[in-house]
């Protein structure tokens, strides 16, 4: 699969069949979508495209309106995001940087400027509820009569839903505020997982007794926060089950960062001491155990990092794990 950032490099093909969105999670809804493409693609002897933004629309409104309270909690990166897209079967993605330029272009402007001279696109797929344009004043009814106008077709897709509930990244991010993984696994396809390589921190963890791997959330709203029973993919050939904490660590750290803290409940020892540094690891979180919690001390946090590490013992135990 081939990332463009932006409309204007020489390897985007110069025609495509196309959808639009954001795709935070590429949950079910969104993988029924990209299916539908695939096909409609190969069909028509084109590859496939997903246009999608960074930041979220979303983020930029809020931050312009200076309420950042407005801008969603994030599921995924946009590393998750793109290895997600890429094995959905997608042949290129190209992420428009979403600023004040694009989100105040006309509608039809969009669809000449982005659409056809920049990506050729001779098919386009949009959900049911796709808007665009500044002040989403596009609809699909706009984009359907460009194309009979200028030589592109274009198809809408209805809601996916499981078990009678709509699937949308509201609902994923809904599932796991609460806590609820099952449902967000249910909404997903498969458990939630956050991907990233391994970073140097400060190396509390291993002083206080619980070495732990750490990855950064590049984001400052992750979806999902707290403390969690986990699998590790990716340090050694079979996964490695864990104890993780997603958050900003109240206890030892005032910067507000994001950081999954990850303690491996038995570390290989082919890897040694230093061996998880630079490794880009897979971190499913199966079941949330509770929030993040404020200790008054070093040694409370200590104590409840072994309440945990039992905790999540159990639960994997318990679950195949």
């Known amino acids: 699969m081939q990332v463009f950032r932006g409309i ?3 390897g985007i093909a110069p025609a495509c069949a196309l959808t639009i969105g954001n795709f935070d999670g590429v949950h079910r809804g969104h993988q029924a979508m ?5 096909s409609e693609a190969q069909h028509r002897g084109l590859p496939s495209c997903v246009m999608t933004f960074e930041p979220h629309p979303r983020d930029y409104f809020a931050h312009l309106a200076g ?12 590393r998750d995001k793109l290895s997600e897209l890429e094995r959905c079967g997608i042949d290129q993605v190209v992420v428009l ?12 402007s969009f669809i000449d400027d982005m659409l056809v001279r920049g990506l050729g696109v001779r098919y386009v797929l949009v959900g049911d509820d796709f808007r665009f344009g500044a ?14 106008a200028q030589g592109f077709d274009v198809a809408r897709m209805n809601s996916y839903e499981v078990h009678g509930l709509r699937v949308s990244s509201s609902a994923v991010r809904e599932a796991l505020a609460a806590g609820d993984m099952g449902k967000a696994a249910e909404l997903l396809g498969r458990p939630y997982c956050i991907s990233g390589h391994v970073v140097h921190g ?33 340090l050694v050939g079979q996964p490695v089950n864990g104890v993780a904490s997603l958050g900003v660590r109240p206890t030892v750290d005032d910067s507000g960062r994001v950081l999954l803290e990850v303690h491996c409940l038995d ?13 880009c690891v897979q971190v499913e979180l199966l079941h949330k155990l509770h929030d993040e919690r404020r200790y008054d001390s070093l040694d409370a946090l200590r104590a409840g990092i072994a309440q945990d590490e039992t905790d999540a013992r159990t639960w994997l135990a318990a679950h195949g794990g």
């Open 67 to 78: 309420k950042p309270e407005l801008a969603p909690t994030r599921i995924a990166t946009l």
């Open 202 to 234: 400060k190396k509390l963890g291993r002083d206080l007794g619980f070495r732990t791997l750490n990855v950064r959330f590049r984001h400052p709203k992750p979806a999902a926060m707290g403390i969690f029973a986990v699998r590790v993919k990716g």
């Open 135 to 148: 002040k989403r004043a596009g609809d699909y009814a706009m984009l359907d009569a460009a194309g009979s």
């Open 34 to 38: 990209l299916a539908l493409l695939r």
């Open 97 to 108: 940087r979403f600023d004040k330029p694009l989100a105040t272009q006309p509608a039809q």
């Open 8 to 10: 204007h490099h020489p």
């Open 267 to 279: 570390w290989p020892d082919s890897l040694g001491l230093e061996g998880g540094y630079g490794r």
